[in-house]
């Protein structure tokens, strides 16, 4: 079985995005040849910023030995039907693991078939950047050892869809 074949033909597309009631909500459409059979789901992967300095590489070498032990949100289910996706995420879900102050996942949508899983990215594209243009409301929960964060959804410069959670005081 072939696993996370990242294809550029196919990718989801977000129409609706809601982030309210504690939960992100995405619904939108299945971009590329005809939608596969099989087996849906959302995988949240940690989307670590390139390094520039000496004291960045150290901190994304700590980061991935952390996040390497401890198991990530998700995968969801997503439910899908005629070509269009449906699925929620609880926010409380995605905190940052101690000692990081922040992360930032980056959304796909992978097909389970019995051969092969194929991997989506996550995303919208009205052709202008728009990084910073749609911003969307931020959740904010607190977990049990009393932090409080703030989630919120948004969009990166290549159109991909990201969840940005953060600790707040």
Do not use: N
Not at 88 to 96: E, G, I, K, Q
Not at 116 to 139: F, K, N, S
């Amino acid at each position: 079985m072939t696993t996370g074949q990242l294809t550029a033909d196919r990718w989801a597309e977000v129409e609706e995005l809601w982030a309210k009631d504690g939960l992100i909500r995405l619904a939108g459409s299945l971009q590329g040849p005809d939608p596969l059979a099989g087996r849906w789901r959302l995988h949240l992967i940690p989307a670590h910023p390139a390094p520039t300095t000496p004291r960045a590489w150290l901190s994304l070498r700590l980061r991935r030995r952390r996040t390497a032990r401890r198991r990530g949100p998700g995968p969801y289910d997503v439910t899908v039907s005629a070509g269009r996706f449906d699925v929620a995420v609880p926010v409380r879900d995605l905190t940052p693991p101690r000692p990081f102050r922040s992360e930032r996942w980056d959304v796909r949508l992978v097909c389970h078939t019995v051969r092969t899983e194929v991997e989506m990215p996550v995303g919208r594209r009205l052709g202008r950047p728009r990084a910073r243009a749609i911003t969307y409301p931020a959740q904010c929960f607190t977990d049990g050892r009393g932090a409080r964060y703030r989630v919120r959804p948004r969009y990166t410069a290549d159109d991909r869809l990201l969840l940005v959670s953060r600790r707040v005081r």
